[in-house]
């Protein structure tokens, strides 16, 4: 069991992390989590947050996250 918490736990980034990883600005993830959901927003990745002020993300959500919001065209 303690080398699957281990796993888990490699797998959480920090928001500097998360925004390298998905090749986005830092300010991105924090105006994302300020706008929360609002109608016509798209939404940002999931996050986790520890405490009052530390923000993760898990490298799972950004995934899904970036396949979500994947566009594939069709040729006419």
């Not at 898990?58 to 996250?65: C, N, Q």
């Amino acid at each position: 069991m303690k080398s699957n918490i281990h796993t888990e736990l490699t797998e959480i980034l920090t928001e500097r992390e998360a925004a390298e990883y998905i090749s986005m600005s830092r300010s991105f993830l924090a105006k994302d989590r300020m706008n929360g959901y609002r109608y016509g927003h798209k939404q940002g990745p999931e996050f986790v947050k520890l405490g009052c002020r530390a923000i993760r993300y898990r490298r799972d959500d950004l995934d899904a996250w970036i396949i979500k919001n994947r566009v594939v065209r069709c040729l006419p």
